[in-house]
């Protein structure tokens, strides 16, 4: 089966940065995903890594390690805005997305 | 607004009844899915469907039946459910599958509560 780890919460102060881990043991690898989802909201999507290295978008960054099924989502300047919960996910064929139960993050003052 | 509408957003059922969920796109996609999200617990994929075509059925049990009668509109029929049901059913959507999957498009979901 499909195992994808990440942290249940993390708490951080506004303007500081968060560093989310994601670990991965999957079938197969076609894709990383990082999306975001506020309370009552639909999933949105953040992110997407093939290749190892660093992806920048703004505030958020995205890493990717395949040699060890690893990445993280590094959320920089955090605004309260940014309080969600985080979820991961592998494609591990041609389409079929492997989640992880998400990471909620809560960002005080 | 990410372009895939769910309809109920919330949903009460008794264990006897008969009730559908409704999705639609207007993103001009092929593909549409059903997901179920339950508190603490990662998204289960339950029924892939391209171009109106059933391409998964992730052992899902018959209370839950799924319809898609075009690539814009997806259904999930709900019957006899059990409380354990109980659950936030995100629909999404993507160009295609394959090497034209890209990314999934989600709808806000219909919180389901089984009594």
């Known amino acids: 089966g499909q195992n994808i780890d990440q942290p249940t919460e993390m708490t951080a102060t506004e303007g500081a940065i968060v560093q989310i881990n994601c670990t991965y043991q999957?079938?197969?690898?076609?894709?990383l995903f990082w999306y975001q989802q506020h309370a009552g909201e639909a999933p949105t999507f953040l992110s997407y890594?093939?290749?190892?290295g660093l992806e920048e978008k703004g505030r958020f960054s995205s890493f990717l390690s395949r040699s060890k099924g690893y990445s993280y989502l590094l959320l920089k300047e955090l605004q309260m805005k940014d309080s969600a919960s985080y979820l991961c996910?592998?494609?591990?064929?041609?389409?079929?997305?492997?989640f992880g139960a998400g990471t909620t993050v809560t960002v005080r003052a | 607004e990410t372009g895939v509408t769910q309809t109920p957003r919330h949903l009460v059922m008794g264990m006897t009844n008969k009730k559908s969920l409704k999705c639609e796109q207007h993103?001009?996609?092929?593909?549409m899915y059903w997901y179920k999200q339950s508190a603490k617990k990662p998204l289960e994929l339950m029924f892939v469907?391209?171009?109106?075509?059933?391409?998964e059925n992730n052992s899902v049990p018959s209370r839950f039946s799924p319809e898609c009668p075009n690539s814009s509109h997806l259904f999930l029929h709900l019957h006899t459910l059990q409380p354990e049901d109980s659950a936030l059913y995100l629909c999404?959507?993507?160009?295609?599958?394959?090497?034209?999957?890209?990314?999934?498009?989600f709808g806000e979901g219909s919180r389901l509560t089984v009594l």
């Open positions: 993103l001009g996609h092929n593909a």
């Open positions: 469907y391209n171009f109106k075509e059933q391409t």
């Open positions: 996910a592998v494609r591990d064929g041609d389409y079929k997305l492997s």
């Open positions: 890594n093939v290749l190892d």
């Open positions: 999957t079938s197969g690898f076609n894709g």
């Open positions: 999404a959507s993507s160009p295609g599958l394959g090497l034209a999957s890209g990314e999934l498009f």
